[in-house]
């Protein structure tokens, strides 16, 4: 192997060690190297020996009672600084008490690509259920928290709006918050409301979710105000501005 061909030979190894680490994003907390290969499309012999490498830098974990791996304390310590650096630290106190008072869960999303990404949960003391807990990516144009993002976006004033069966975008910028019916055999209402940064533009979204008997219209009424009061706490305390403005068009008008 040439002197040239090595960058390119490390620089695919990196390339698939990050495609072993992005298999852990969504609701599986442990993965077998076998679901590992599958989800990354790689063989199980290179899968094995990119984990066991990320095993040694803390970035996974090994169970060794069941050989499954998980997310390691490494990767934990390394967002760190990124947490911190956006703000999201020093918004948990207010998330946490949001969660308490109203008893639900309360998630903080961003825009990445087309999807709308938890970054941070707050669990209520008392009341919690896993139907709160929202999944890792949703769609922007068909969840309340992209649908928040979307509504608030400057993009939007320059888009040409077209009715749209999934998402009344004009309906969540007049009313300021967004409502979604997850169909599952007991259904979940989902509540959005937008958060503005320091330059007054869309940042992220605070999201709670609950069983929709729970969660009914009048409890929303209820929620709605005082999750946009913490939105405006934590505003200011964030960093950099959620990426919108380069967002497919589609996204808006289709």
């Given at each position: 192997m040439t002197d040239a061909e090595q960058p390119r030979s490390g620089a695919q190894a990196v390339d698939r060690a990050i495609q072993?680490?992005?298999?852990?994003?969504?609701?599986?907390?442990?993965l077998s190297v076998s679901e590992l290969a599958h989800r990354a499309g790689l063989p199980v012999s290179t899968t094995y020996r990119l984990a066991?490498?990320?095993?040694?830098?803390?970035?996974?974990?090994?169970?060794?009672?069941?050989?499954r791996?998980?997310?390691g304390h490494g990767l934990a310590s390394l967002a760190r600084p990124a947490l911190s650096r956006l703000g999201i630290d020093a918004?948990?106190?207010h998330l946490y008490a949001l969660a308490a008072g109203i008893k639900i869960t309360v998630s903080l999303s961003v825009a990445d690509d087309r999807d709308a990404?938890?970054?941070?949960?707050?669990?209520?003391p008392v009341y919690f259920c896993p139907n709160q807990l929202p999944q890792a990516r949703?769609?922007?144009r068909?969840?309340?928290?992209?649908?928040?993002?979307?509504?608030?976006?400057?993009?939007?004033?320059?888009?040409?709006r077209r009715p749209t069966p999934l998402v009344d975008l004009d309906r969540v910028r007049r009313t300021g918050f967004a409502m979604e019916i997850i169909e599952r055999e007991d259904p979940v209402r989902s509540v959005a409301v937008p958060v503005l940064g320091p330059d007054?533009?869309?940042?992220?979204?605070?999201?709670?979710?609950?069983?929709s008997a729970r969660l009914n219209e009048e409890l929303v009424r209820g929620i709605v105000p005082a999750m946009r009061q913490i939105a405006g706490r934590i505003g200011p305390l964030f960093q950099s501005t959620a990426a919108l403005t380069d967002a497919p068009a589609e996204l808006y008008s289709r």
């Open positions: 072993v680490l992005n298999c852990f994003e969504g609701d599986d907390p442990e066991q490498a990320l095993v040694r830098g803390r970035l996974l974990e090994q169970d060794p009672a069941t050989d791996y998980r997310i918004a948990a106190p990404v938890t970054v941070f949960q707050a669990r209520p949703q769609p922007l068909s969840s309340a928290v992209g649908q928040a993002l979307l509504a608030f976006a400057p993009v939007f004033e320059g888009i040409e007054k533009q869309v940042w992220g979204a605070l999201g709670v979710q609950a069983r």
